[in-house]
């Protein structure tokens, strides 16, 4: 049986990759703070089962715990383990030095720290029952430029390259066949979208050229951006062990 596990499952990206992988006959279990609408039933439809864990990843204790749950419920018979690190927050959006500790602190632990927590704990998981494991982190464009006002966004997903670069490394010199990748998935019209939109040109002064993303209605919808990340992910001989994939590569 092949699973995955999907982080920010609840809407955006994340519900429609879920919604894909049960599409494909792929058991989900999604993990978010809300509950998604509607994926019970696709998995009706399709003959497999989704599953709901609420958890805030910006708490790590949380994290360990839904992973002791996770675990706790796992028969034999999972062959395939797919994790989509997907969650993640682009506030505080704001110039350095203007910013609440507390914020830049929360951001890193849902960006930066959730993901590597979650692929430890589930290649650990994986390596330790002989499951073939593909991990896969979202990753942004902003990883690999500067944005004036995303200082801790730029700075959380270009941590996310470098980590699944480093993590490819170890697995092809244990020679254990897992893989790890990055997806950048380019702008889509999501929620994390009208946060952008609602900053200030003080905050942030590229929000017009943002809106104008909207108005012009350049933001890809995240159905046809999903399905690029599910084709990358379940095509597992041609997948490249640490690269960073990007969505421009393959949608016009
Ligand atoms: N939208 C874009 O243009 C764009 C561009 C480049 C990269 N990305 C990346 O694409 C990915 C998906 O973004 P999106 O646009 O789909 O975002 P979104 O619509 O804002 O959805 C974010 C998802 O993450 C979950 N999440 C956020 N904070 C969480 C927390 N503390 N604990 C648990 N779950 C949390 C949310 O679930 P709950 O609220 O239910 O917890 C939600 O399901 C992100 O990694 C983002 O950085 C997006």
């Known amino acids: 049986m092949k699973y995955a596990i999907i982080t920010g499952a609840s809407k955006g990206l994340g519900y429609s990759v879920a919604k894909l992988l049960l599409e494909k006959g792929i058991h989900v279990i999604g993990i978010s703070r809300t509950e998604p609408d509607g994926l019970k039933k696709i998995a009706e439809t399709s003959n497999v089962t989704f599953q709901q864990f609420q958890c805030d990843l910006g708490d790590v204790e949380e994290i360990e715990t839904t992973f002791g749950k996770i675990k706790s419920q796992w028969g034999e018979g999972v062959s395939d383990l797919y994790l989509v690190n997907n969650a993640a927050v682009v506030e505080p959006v704001d110039q350095a030095m203007n910013m609440k500790s507390s914020d ?48 801790a966004y730029c700075s959380t997903k270009a ?88 969505v421009k590569d393959y949608l016009s």
């Open 104 to 151: 830049l602190a929360y951001h890193v632990k849902v960006n930066t720290i959730a993901p590597m927590v979650m692929t430890n704990l589930f290649l650990r998981e994986a390596v330790s029952k002989g499951i073939r494991f593909i991990g896969s982190t979202v990753t942004s464009g902003a990883a690999e430029r500067p944005v004036s006002g995303w200082s």
């Open 159 to 246: 941590s996310i390259n470098m980590y699944t670069e480093t993590v490819a490394i170890e697995q092809d010199e244990k020679g254990t066949g897992n893989k790890v990748f990055a997806f950048s998935p380019g702008i889509m019209d999501t929620g994390m979208q009208e946060k952008i939109r609602s900053a200030s040109p003080d905050e942030f002064s590229a929000v017009e050229t943002f809106k104008s993303y909207k108005e012009n209605k350049a933001l890809k919808d995240t159905d046809t951006v999903g399905g690029v990340l599910v084709d990358i992910l379940t095509d597992e001989a041609n997948l490249e062990n640490g690269k960073i994939y990007h």
